[in-house]
């Protein structure tokens, strides 16, 4: 029962939470962006290369070769599978990740922004005593009367 207990009370950690509602999220992102890419800025792209398609762009290193049967249907030949690098692909995927560094680094931006303006509003305003210490200081000052 203690082992039960001490994974739960790791499971519904903050921490814990926040970095599933976060890894969701970024999936989630990630889709959105994908879609945002291979919808709209990739045929855009495509537009003003000529009306290239990059997901199909890539450099075939072997063709593939088809399955070769005898009349009575016994493999003489088995089929070879095409090699290729697609580079096209990889051109689509870093569309993506610059989108996706882009939107972060906005995020990390703003959020410097407003520590900033959170570190400069306390540095401010001084600190003055706190309630304990002004009334030391009040029986100080009437006790030196």
């Known amino acids: ?9 790791f499971a519904v950690r903050g921490n814990l939470v926040d970095t599933a509602v976060a890894f969701v999220m970024g999936v989630s ?7 945002f ?9 495509g537009m ?10 890539k450099f075939v290193l072997k063709s593939a070769v088809d399955v070769v049967k005898d009349a009575a249907g016994v ?3 088995p089929a070879v599978p095409e090699v290729s690098v697609k580079y096209g692909t990889f051109i689509t995927n870093l569309f993506d990740f610059i989108v996706v560094a882009f ?5 990390i931006k703003g959020i410097n ?3 900033k303006e959170t570190v400069a509003d ?11 210490d002004a009334l030391l200081m009040e029986i100080r000052d009437s006790l030196k009367k």
């Open 1 to 9: 029962m203690g082992m039960l207990k001490e994974f739960k009370e």
């Open 29 to 35: 992102f990630g889709k959105i962006v994908t879609s």
């Open 37 to 45: 890419v291979d919808g709209m800025v990739m045929p855009l792209v």
């Open 48 to 57: 003003l290369t000529g009306g290239v398609d990059f997901n199909d762009k």
């Open 75 to 77: 493999v003489l030949t």
């Open 103 to 107: 939107a972060v680094f906005m995020v």
């Open 113 to 115: 922004k407003i520590k």
């Open 122 to 132: 306390s540095a401010a305003e001084p600190a003055g005593p706190s309630s304990t």
